[in-house]
């Protein structure tokens, strides 16, 4: 099976994308981690199928497979590489879409200066629907994690997170407890670890371990859910702009009952074919 693709990444998240409206593309998990190996294939945090819509509403249909083989449920930095992707491969010539994903509807937007912004929909705090194992809905909750008792807030942005706030983001435990967090056994469905250096009102830094793919250069939900989490515990004021190892994201949230809004930029790398 010969597959063509495209090598994408937002701030150096990166992705192999396909066509699956033109091309018929069934990728088994054994094949989706052969792509993702930087040294045997492709190379990629995530591989991104672009699908015929399954509704008259929507434009199309996103599905996202982390480099372990499983499919999740939202990524923010695919949602901006997935409007440059089919508006290069002729499949829409519209600047804004509403794309169907495992977690509801996103309206991405093809900005004239090259940045996409997505609507990426309201954040979710109640424990059940994150899901994350808990008898109260506090803000800040303690979670332990190996010897030590950590402060995290607990927020789906269509996918799991856990934002905890650091004092020097290099110097953050993430190696260690970045895997003991994403499989912590109080998020049955395993969870995305953010650690956030507040820099100002209007400022963050970020480094994310995401589930399923380790720690990535950055992290467009991640980016979202900590920036809800500063807002909300009155650590931040909207806009906020997010530093990662891969470059700057803008997020925007308005408070509870509001959408957030994230900006930043996409990057083709270069297009090829490969067979599996």
Known sequence: MKLKFSKMHGLGNDFV??????????LAPAQIRHLADRHFGVGCDQILLVEQASRAEVDFRYRIFNADGGEVEQCGNG???????????????????????????????????GNVTVDMGMPVFEPEKIPFISPT????????????????????????HAVQVVADIDAAPLATQGPLIESHPRFPQRVNAGFMQVAGRQAIRLRVFERGAGETLS??????????????????????????RGGELTIAWGGKGTTVLMSGPACTVFTGEIEL
């Open 17 to 26: 994308v396909f066509d699956g409206v033109r091309q018929p593309v069934t």
């Open 79 to 113: 949602a901006r590489c997935f409007v440059h992707f089919v508006r290069q491969q002729g499949l829409t010539e519209k600047n804004e879409i509403r794309v169907e994903t495992m977690s509801g509807v996103i309206c991405p937007r093809l900005e004239a200066d």
């Open 137 to 160: 809905a506090d803000l800040v909750q303690t979670l332990r994690v190996g010897d030590e008792e950590v402060a995290i807030t607990a927020v789906s942005m269509g996918n799991p």
């Open 219 to 244: 992290c467009g939900t991640g980016a979202c859910a900590a920036v809800v989490a500063g807002i909300a515990r009155d650590l931040l004021d909207s806009p906020v702009r997010v530093t990662t």
